[in-house]
């Protein structure tokens, strides 16, 4: 089986409390992937952040620090301090994939590392979750992909999408995959689901489409910032969801598509009464097993 991580190389940029923004943009046009996450000064035990970006061979280590300190320098900031290893191969994958069998779900195949992809016909997902959540296994996964499916069927809005709690970047990815207009903003809590769903959506082809930080949901600067989105796609548990409500409704853009679920049934209710509360109307709903999905619209 081929390693999800042989070949690659990784620069990680260390930045305490200066921005990231500035900086992942520097390193993300010369690299296949960049992924944000908080890290913790083992002296100090000061929480800042860092950038990692990933490459197919190994980078210049000298132009990226020059070009580190002209972004430093261009926005006052402290120079940071620059990483740049090979990345290790991801030995847990054939553990991991070796009980899970290729799955239809409408118009997606997903499919791991050690399953041969679809010869046509179908949209194929190459996921490998392995530690982070999302295979297809789930219903509420199975329930979203269906939602996505119906949603571009219906020729909705879907150029600007988040992903809120992305783990392996499965949902992303696929409404990547079936609209080629949209780009998608995936944010995960976990430093790791991040960096699975960044290196899931450069196996599937649609790196440049999807951009996966760590971060803390519609705190996160990816998720903040910027115009409204057209597709906002949750699959976490009913506690968040109900909590996250109003962010949700104030980043919603007007007319359009939540797609909620990590749900159950009998948790149904208070999901919907809270998102109902901040003015969102029911659309849809899609049952599997005892898990729900939602659709919602923004009015």
Known sequence: MREIGSGLWQATVRLGDSPVEPFADFLESGSVGVSM????????????????????????????????????????????????????????????????????????YVHGSHVPPPSGGTIPLHI???????????????????????LVRRGARTRRVLDMGTGSGILAIGIAKLARTARVAAVDIDAESARVATLNALLNGVGGRVRAVQGNGYMSPLAAHGPRFDVIIANILARPLIRMAPSLHHRLAHGGTAILSGLLRRQEAAVLGAHKAVGLILVGRKHIGEWTTLILRQP
Do not use: K
């Open 37 to 108: 996450f908080e890290v913790t000064d083992p002296d100090s035990g000061a929480i800042g952040w860092a950038v990692t970006a990933l490459y197919r061979a190994e980078p210049d280590v000298g132009a990226l620090s020059s070009g580190l300190a002209l972004v430093a320098s261009a926005n006052g900031l402290p120079e940071p301090a620059l990483d740049v290893a090979p990345l290790p191969p991801a030995d847990w994958l054939a553990e991991a994939y070796a009980g899970f069998p290729a799955r239809r779900i409408g118009r997606f």
């Open 128 to 150: 490998d979750a392995a530690t982070a959540f999302g295979s297809g296994e789930h219903a509420t996964t199975e329930g979203c992909l269906l939602a996505i499916t119906d």
